[in-house]
């Protein structure tokens, strides 16, 4: 607990790289036991700023006192009272905010999204075609979330054989793994046109991508290829009727 705490403070004092703060964002959204400790820890720093804050009002007016005429003094107690109402009223308006963004943000479409391939995309699968030493290398290096690695392959593999859906997928996750939308979007585009493949999950995942990226049209356009993916029962089309339901 007292590293998790560490982890939780660092990442607020802004001492960890740009890595591992993606790291910690995505753990937020994905592990729910994690988000609870973090709004535990939001919610301890508010209560003792709080506390700090009326030790200071106490001491002011300590200040004032002295130079104008004398005030009762509070007694301890009820003032070590007030300062926990204070810290108590902190702590429950924290956890309401925390309980009530963490269940909007789970349950929005593109939170579902984002789930859905930190869930599925966490790794892959090696293939079985054997004739593609590069693809199993990128395949390695995503494994190991050397992404920019992973990602000069799988493009070196399309180059060299622009049938190779597997390549073209793959570094359609890596854009999504790099928040790279746009081009996550272009790759799947290009997937989903491929003709010839016995199942294509290109329609789902520029969904997806779409879902993730959440610029102004982009929730209608998903929408659009979601209920396309249904009705033709394309690749992902179970996940697709999930993803309907929270529009």
């Not at 979007?185 to 003709?195: C, I």
Request: net charge neutral.
């Amino acid at each position: 607990m007292s590293g998790t705490t560490e982890y939780i403070e660092a990442y607020f004092k802004q001492t960890l790289n740009t890595e591992e703060r993606k790291t910690f964002e995505a753990k937020c959204e994905t592990d729910e036991a994690f988000a609870k400790q973090v709004a535990i820890y939001l919610t301890a720093r508010q209560a003792l700023r709080e506390e700090l804050l009326q030790q200071k009002i106490q001491q002011w007016k300590g200040g004032v006192s002295q130079q104008e005429e004398p005030v009762p003094v509070i007694p301890m107690q009820r003032r070590t009272t007030f300062v926990k109402w204070v810290m108590y009223a902190a702590a429950a308006c924290l956890l309401l905010v925390a309980s009530v963004y963490l269940f909007e943000a789970n349950s929005s479409p593109k939170r579902l999204a984002v789930n859905y391939i930190q869930t599925n995309y966490a790794s892959l699968s090696h293939t079985m075609d054997a004739s593609h030493d590069s693809l199993q290398s990128g395949i390695e290096a995503y494994n190991n979330k050397n992404y920019d690695k992973a990602l000069q392959l799988f493009l070196g593999v399309q180059k060299n054989d622009p049938a190779n859906s597997d390549a073209k997928k793959y570094a359609g996750v890596v854009y999504l793994q790099q928040q790279d939308y746009d081009k996550a979007v272009q790759q799947f585009d290009e997937l989903a046109n491929m003709k010839g493949l016995y199942s294509n999950p290109g329609d789902f995942l520029k969904a997806v991508s779409l879902l993730e990226r959440n610029r102004t049209t982009d929730k209608e356009e998903a929408k659009i290829l979601l209920q396309k993916v249904v009705n033709e029962k394309e690749e992902g089309y179970q996940e697709a009727e999930k993803l309907m339901k929270k529009f």
